[in-house]
């Protein structure tokens, strides 16, 4: 019987960051309805229902601000899967596809800290499913 893997530290700051976003979703009332929905063309990090929209939600986190960060890190290409994605997820969800789709980006800062920051992106990119 093999090991379990152990998890990186990247891995680590991703789940963490992941878990203060959905956190902080709920405390602005979304209702969080999928976490880590895996599709054969990308993955949809958090799904939750804001009223008749449904947010697809990238969440980011980045120990520094080069290179643009986290924000920018979400390339044309990632959108680009990140929507396929999410076209899938409509295709196997009926009782979702009658909401209207927002795109949001999460951007935690510091997640491993006692006071991170969210930065809350709302409709940070569109696309035609």
């Not at 893997?5 to 680590?12: A, S």
């Not at 969080?32 to 449904?54: F, H, K, M």
């Not at 947010?55 to 044309?76: F, H, K, M, N």
Request: hydrophobic letters at 45%.
């Amino acid at each position: 019987m093999s090991e379990p893997r152990q998890r990186t530290d990247r891995q680590i700051v991703g789940q963490c960051a992941e878990e203060i976003a959905v956190r902080f979703l709920r405390e602005q009332g979304l209702e969080v309805l999928l976490r880590n929905y895996r599709a054969r063309l990308g993955e949809l990090d958090v799904v939750a229902r804001e009223r008749e929209t449904l947010a697809i939600v990238e969440v980011r986190s980045r120990a520094s601000d080069l290179y643009g960060g986290a924000a920018a890190s979400v390339t044309w290409a990632k959108q680009r899967r990140i929507a396929r994605a999410a076209a899938r997820l409509l295709g196997q969800r009926t009782d979702l596809s009658s909401l209207k789709v927002r795109f949001d980006v999460m951007v935690v800062h510091a997640p491993l800290t006692a006071r991170p920051r969210v930065e809350w992106l709302r409709h940070a990119f569109t696309s035609r499913l």
